[in-house]
């Protein structure tokens, strides 16, 4: 048992969504598994306000993290004020999980898919770029920071070349 869990409120499309994660981390050489899926019965239709029988709950896993996707309806919506992270060793990598999670959805700035077509943020990160924007060298951290507030999908030979060529 995992002590600690996410739960991603949805309207109605926690099965399809969590099915869409689990074979997009799959598709890109991760881990991603389906879990229970958890129905509703007679005595929560009244209360939830969805039929008896329709999906409550789906668990899945995304390399070793725990998710719960929760069909609660419309009294909440999901933010921006949370996002998940995806750190990509490979721009092939990056390319995969922009391309799929975007689609349908609302490219952002500087790697953030502001919402994926159900309505999900994620940023998508080469795992250098903390090391590109930490540096000692300020003239080079700051090409790079520069670099990406130019990109919406991050770009990991263009940031690296940007941070290369500034000043010693």
Known sequence: M???????????????????YVNLFTEAGHKGTLGQVMRYGKASEEVSGKPAGSVMTAVFELDGQEFMALNGGTHFTLSGAIS???????????DLFWNKLSEGGEAGQCG????????????ITPSILPKLL???????SEA?????????????A????AFDEAGE
């Open 2 to 20: 995992k002590n600690l869990t996410t739960c991603i409120w949805f309207d109605t499309q926690a099965e399809e969504a969590a099915h869409f």
């Open 84 to 94: 998940f992270i995806i750190t990509c060793e490979t721009q092939k990598e990056i």
């Open 112 to 123: 953030w898919i502001n919402k994926d077509k159900f309505g999900v943020t994620w940023q």
């Open 134 to 140: 930490s540096n000692k060298n300020k003239q080079k």
């Open 144 to 156: 790079a920071m520069k670099a990406m507030l130019g990109m919406t999908k991050l770009d990991i």
């Open 158 to 161: 263009t940031l690296q070349k």
